[in-house]
């Protein structure tokens, strides 16, 4: 009921809308795809859809977004969400467009706040999202804020018995951890995780 309301105040202020500031079109557009998911009343969605779709309101709002694209063509390229997948997942992730790093970013931001329900970490240790979030934290593309928001989401899915069980016996988080951790010992050189010199003798030469 609330979907359908909010589609029909949309589609009304689409209609009296004539600017092109607000795509209001793409934004029935992304509403649809969850209600048309939804298949019985009362239904608990999983986090991490309906995290998607919250985020992604701003964004099929404004055509100049740099993530307009690639949201609205991957809502009109299926009737509905899959609400047992985590949506764009390898496209934004793995990206090679021009908007690479955005696409990248916006999509383990969208991460951080979804390993919440049984559901949602179950979506995630299908997917092997921790692992994917992991081989991106140690890529030489990954700066410091990128890093912050990647040890959050595991630090989220930490939160409960069974995540932690999963990261540590399925995830490999302990070998990650101590191999990120040499990287930053004496004994590499100095090395940081991006590769680049640390220590007292980082500026010489």
Not at 52 to 70: D, G, K, N, T, W
Not at 159 to 177: K, N, R
Request: net charge positive; with cysteine; hydrophobic share 40%.
């Amino acid at each position: 009921a609330v979907l359908e309301s909010a589609l029909e105040v949309v589609e009304e202020t689409r209609k009296k809308s004539s600017g092109l500031s607000r795509d209001w079109t793409s934004l029935g557009i992304l509403l649809r795809s969850l209600r048309d998911a939804i298949t019985q009343p009362l239904q608990k969605l999983p986090v991490i859809v309906t995290c998607f779709v919250a985020e992604s309101i701003p964004i099929v709002l404004r055509p100049a977004h740099p993530l307009f694209q690639p949201v609205t063509s991957f809502l009109l390229q299926r009737p509905f969400l899959d609400l047992n997948e985590i949506p764009m997942l390898y496209q934004m992730l793995n990206s090679g467009g021009a908007s690479w790093r955005t696409e990248r970013d916006w999509c383990i931001r969208m991460l951080k706040h979804a390993p919440r329900s049984e559901h949602d970490r179950s979506i995630f240790r299908k997917r092997h999202v921790l692992s994917l979030l992991m081989a991106t934290h140690d890529s030489f593309s990954c700066g410091n804020d990128t890093s912050c928001s990647i040890l959050q989401v595991l630090l989220a899915f930490s939160h409960t018995p069974s995540g932690s069980v999963y990261l540590v016996e399925q995830a490999g988080v302990l070998a990650w951890i101590r191999s990120s951790l040499s990287l930053l010992s004496p004994a590499s050189g100095g090395k940081d995780r991006l590769g680049t010199s640390g220590g007292a003798g980082a500026g010489a030469g």
